[in-house]
């Protein structure tokens, strides 16, 4: 079990490219989250979905994008990054709903220039 | 709306110390569920304890405790005996029945020095 990944790692790009994040969960999961994470703000809630082929706005949802085709990943774009995006951005999964430990993946770090 | 406030930002302490990481939430909600997570300096973030509104008995494991408080809307985190490895920032978390999402504290970071 490879549990959550997320593809890529490291990204740099400029202001005004796009991008798709990656992520995957092998553990047939229902649930599935993106965040992003910056000093000393904790990690905010992006989008998620709560099933394949659903998705919701978090707390932070302005200038991106998720789809869920497929129940094991959830992709995150950006169609014209900002400085404002750069971050660390987090993909989790969890089972069930709201009383679920959430698996989280390793992270990709994201600098916008 | 729910909120959960961490406001030790950074503490050190030395190896050996028992230290407490404070966590104090708010909802209106009466059936919710509290979280922490580790994120160590790899960078991924650990699922460390789950506790639900129902149950407000403490929890011990090994080193690590927690005691949930509803009087005063608290979950804590002590660590006893602390050790390099603790070193690390520590979420605090909340979810409310049904809300399908969790609201992150802002982190302490935790640092053990020898």
């Given at each position: 079990n490879a549990g959550v990944?997320?593809?890529?790692?490291?990204?740099?790009?400029?202001?005004?490219?796009?991008?798709?994040?990656?992520?995957?969960?092998?553990?047939?999961?229902?649930?599935?989250?993106?965040?992003?994470?910056?000093?000393?703000m904790g990690l905010?809630?992006?989008?998620?979905?709560?099933?394949?082929?659903?998705?919701?706005?978090?707390?932070?949802?302005?200038?991106?994008?998720?789809?869920r085709l497929k129940k094991q990943n959830f992709l995150l774009g950006l169609e014209s990054a900002a400085p404002s995006q750069t971050s660390v951005?987090?993909?989790?999964?969890?089972?069930?709903?709201?009383?679920?430990?959430?698996?989280?993946?390793p992270g990709t770090r994201l600098t916008v220039t | 709306a729910q909120k959960v406030t961490q406001a030790q930002?950074?503490?050190?302490?030395?190896?050996?110390e028992d230290v407490t990481l404070d966590c104090v939430y708010e909802t209106r909600d009466t059936t919710y569920y509290l979280f922490w997570y580790k994120q160590p300096p790899s960078g991924e973030l650990v699922f460390l304890i789950r506790r639900n509104s129902f149950d407000e008995q403490n929890e011990i494991s090994g080193r690590y405790s927690w005691n949930f408080q509803k009087s005063t809307s608290s979950f804590n985190f002590?660590?006893?005996?602390?050790?390099?490895?603790?070193?690390?920032?520590?979420?605090?978390?909340?979810?409310?029945?049904?809300?399908?999402?969790?609201?992150?504290?802002?982190?302490?970071?935790?640092?053990i020095n020898p």
């Open positions: 990944t997320q593809t890529p790692k490291f990204r740099v790009l400029k202001t005004g490219q796009s991008m798709t994040l990656l992520c995957a969960q092998d553990m047939n999961h229902e649930y599935m989250y993106w965040y992003r994470q910056d000093p000393g905010r809630l992006i989008h998620y979905s709560v099933g394949e082929g659903t998705t919701a706005k978090g707390e932070v949802p302005d200038g991106y994008n998720v789809s951005y987090f993909c989790a999964s969890t089972s069930g709903g709201s009383s679920y430990e959430q698996y989280f993946g | 930002t950074e503490i050190s302490v030395v190896e050996k002590t660590i006893t005996a602390s050790q390099v490895v603790d070193s690390a920032v520590y979420f605090c978390a909340l979810s409310v029945w049904g809300a399908q999402k969790l609201v992150f504290g802002q982190g302490t970071r935790l640092t």
